[in-house]
């Protein structure tokens, strides 16, 4: 679903506001800071591209700023900061699940988009199981990759529709609620409370990064307190540039350092006209320069057959008490709603089809019915016109039909939009001068910049990870990409 409304750059200002008030309290002495505003400090950065340019805040003041938020400053050294590090440990460590044996990481890879994992799954019921490898849950497991800068859920009384927050069904209102629900899911790491968690954290390997980084905060013996912080570290991990870091071919056509093919470019005009992909996931950065995500973070049904191979379908009765009579309500359910039937939250497009190698299956819409981009281009493209092909839609009622369905597309056209959306992995290498297929492009291209959102700024830290974001996509207009990890 379209919205009309696009607050990002509101939510930028806000952010740049946090961080100046957080220097200006470290600093007392006005002189220490020899820019007049957050606007004319981010500038400075701009044009120096490093701490200790013209006009930035001394190299001491940052360290100062390190030290209390625990998040570096672009031009200082580290890939993630040390939260984000304690984070890193804990999206790894499988051995914080009951049994042990399943990590974050276990249904997020980063090599697939931090979606599943393992190819023979994602080709038939696409369901991972849980930590009891008798039990399993009733969808894909979504992208962690961009999730961070969904806003909390809410409803959009403008839009008349739901919006952000996280999982499938919004059930989680932001990323730190988020985090904690897989940990106590006995479909998922099957703990029993926030203390066993806390517990194999406290005993792990990362034990005295997880005291450094949370310092009195830590030594609290409220299981509660402790778990949060875990949360905390986890999301912040999740919102790192490691795994957020806008390194497409896309955004370095957005840069200006490449062109796209003739298929490519043909794809990119059916996304935001014939077919009609804009209506839930803006492709164009808006007028501060932030790149597009992909999603509105709205959420629709889109009339999806159901997966006859989910596992879900086979789960004892306690599990699932509907059997093989189950339907999947997303949001409905989670609002205990019936307008909502059916809807599950917009997907980023983003990393749609990165794979860790080239003959690697992935699975495609909340339930990985589809399992390639071709068949789900398809589906969008001839729902209506030869439904005989997917099967009907495992919830009928609130099905949009208005913008999908019929687009009306040649199997030329289909292939284009592929390719398209082929262009949206990250970990793209803007090719050499000297590399086969190099296409020189005009060097004036503006560096697009992350979206950002209001709920998600909560200090200066967060404006600090936000300036590494910034670093990143900055490269692609100066200089040539960086692997990513």
């Known amino acids: 679903m379209r919205r009309t409304t696009d607050h990002r750059s509101e939510y930028f200002q806000d952010g740049q506001n946090i961080v100046w008030q957080s220097i200006k309290v470290l600093s ?10 957050p606007g004319a400090w981010s500038k400075q950065f701009d044009h120096a591209g490093q701490t200790g340019g013209a006009g930035s805040p001394p190299r001491s003041l940052l360290l100062l700023l390190i030290l209390l938020t625990g998040f570096p400053i672009p031009g200082m050294a580290g890939d993630l900061t040390a939260l984000e590090q304690l984070g890193k440990q804990i999206f790894f460590d499988t051995r914080l699940s009951t049994p042990a044996g399943q990590a974050c990481a276990s249904c997020h890879l980063p090599e697939a988009g931090f979606t599943g994992p393992t190819s023979s799954v994602n080709e038939r019921g696409a369901v991972y199981a849980g930590a009891v490898s008798s039990r399993a849950g009733n969808r894909k497991p979504p992208s962690v990759a961009y999730a961070c800068f969904s806003p909390s859920f809410s409803y959009d009384s403008e839009e008349e529709t739901y919006v952000g927050g996280q999982f499938w069904d919004g059930r989680a209102l932001n990323l730190i609620e988020q985090a904690k629900a897989p940990f106590l899911n006995p479909l998922e790491m099957n703990n029993s409370n926030a203390t066993e968690v806390v517990n194999k954290v406290l005993k792990s390997s990362y034990q005295h990064l997880f005291r450094q980084v949370f310092r009195k905060q830590a030594e609290s013996s409220d299981a509660d307190v402790l778990f949060e912080l875990i949360a905390r570290a986890l999301a912040a991990y999740e ?3 490691e795994v957020n870091s806008f390194s497409s071919k896309y955004d370095a056509y957005l840069a200006g350092k490449v062109e796209l093919t003739a298929q490519e470019q043909q794809g990119l005009d059916l996304f935001a006209n014939k077919a009609n992909c804009t209506a839930c996931h803006p492709h164009e950065p808006d007028s501060e320069g932030h790149p597009p995500l992909f999603t509105d973070f709205t959420y629709d049904n889109i ?3 159901a997966n006859p191979e989910n596992p879900f379908y086979k789960m004892a009765a306690d599990v699932n008490p ?7 309500l997303g949001l409905g359910n989670a609002l205990h709603n019936q307008a909502q039937w059916g809807k599950v939250k917009v997907p980023t497009l983003r990393n749609i089809a990165r794979k860790p190698a080239p003959g690697f299956s992935k699975a495609y819409l909340h339930n990985g019915v589809f399992k390639s981009i071709q068949e789900v281009v398809h589906f969008y493209n001839a729902r209506d016109v030869t439904p005989h092909e ?3 839609p495992d919830v009928l009622e609130n099905v949009n039909r208005d913008e999908l369905g019929d687009l009306q597309l040649t199997a030329n056209e289909e292939l284009a939009l592929v390719a398209f959306l082929q262009t949206l992995s990250d970990g793209y290498h803007i090719p050499s001068p000297g590399d086969p297929g190099h296409s020189p492009v005009a060097e004036n291209g503006n560096s697009p910049l992350p979206a950002t959102n209001s709920s998600h700024f909560r200090a200066a830290s967060d404006i600090a990870r936000y300036l590494r974001f910034r670093q990143n996509a900055h490269r692609f207009a100066h200089g040539p990409a960086e692997t990513v990890r």
């Open 28 to 37: 007392t002495c006005k002189d220490i800071v020899h820019c007049e505003s």
């Open 239 to 241: 919102s790192s540039s």
């Open 303 to 305: 009339g999806a057959p």
């Open 322 to 328: 509907d059997g093989a009579r189950y339907r999947d």
């Open 390 to 392: 997917f099967g009907p």
